[in-house]
Structure formats: structure tokens, C-alpha cells
């Protein structure tokens, strides 16, 4: 049985559908938009905001590259120091599972020999 289109259209993505379905997906925020005013405000501010930081980038990223270093160098440490405290805790592992090792074999009790009673 092979699927028919129709059959499969609830469950396709949105950008898989035609531009109309895609529009109309749409209505319900645009008719909530006029009352709420905030979302159109909100828009502006982040655009505003989007746009000043694009005109700036160069500023921007030379202000910030002495952080991104530091937070890099500080970042190495801490992958070092995990590293040592990581492999310490290995071998104090090991050290543990061989010592309990060691009391397991020293309290096994020597095999019972069964007698043949034939």
C-alpha cells in the first residue's frame, strides 16, 4: 500500500507545505499582534540592537578579544588540573580495587574436599 500525499500533509514539516498553508499558519499570531503592541516594540528593540552591533563588530571584537584570551588561558588550567585530579583519582581507584582484592583472597576459605562414597 503506498502512502497517499494527502495522508502525510498533518505531519510534514511547515516549509514543506505551500506558501498559502504557510501564510496561514501565520494568522493567529497577526491577528494577537495590534492587541498586544509589545511584540512590535520588542521587534524594533532587538532589530535597533542588531543593527548597532553589526555597525560596531570591529570595536566589538576588539574590546572583547583580551577576555576571549583570558577566559582561553584560564580554561587550559582548569582542563589541566582535571586532567592530573582525574588520573589521581584513577590510581587511587586502582589502589583501592587491588587492596579489596587482596582481603577477598586472603578470607577465601580453603574448598571443602567431598569424600566418594561409592
Do not use: C
Not at 494527502?6 to 494568522?27: F, H, I, N, V
Request: net charge positive.
Amino acid at each position: 500500500m503506498t502512502d497517499h500525499p494527502e495522508t502525510l500533509a498533518p505531519y510534514r514539516m511547515p516549509w514543506a507545505r505551500d506558501s498559502m498553508k504557510q501564510a496561514g499558519a501565520l494568522t493567529p499570531l497577526l491577528r494577537y499582534v495590534p492587541k498586544n503592541p509589545l511584540f512590535l516594540i520588542g521587534a524594533a528593540a532587538i532589530g535597533v540592537a542588531g543593527v548597532l552591533a553589526w555597525r560596531n563588530r570591529e570595536k566589538i571584537a576588539e574590546t572583547a578579544s583580551p577576555m576571549i584570551e583570558e577566559a582561553k588561558a584560564k580554561g587550559q588550567a582548569l582542563i589541566e588540573d582535571a586532567k592530573i585530579k582525574g588520573e589521581e583519582l584513577i590510581d587511587q581507584a586502582k589502589a583501592t580495587g587491588e587492596a579489596v582484592a587482596a582481603k577477598t583472597r586472603r578470607r577465601a576459605a580453603p574448598k571443602a574436599t567431598i569424600p566418594d562414597l561409592h
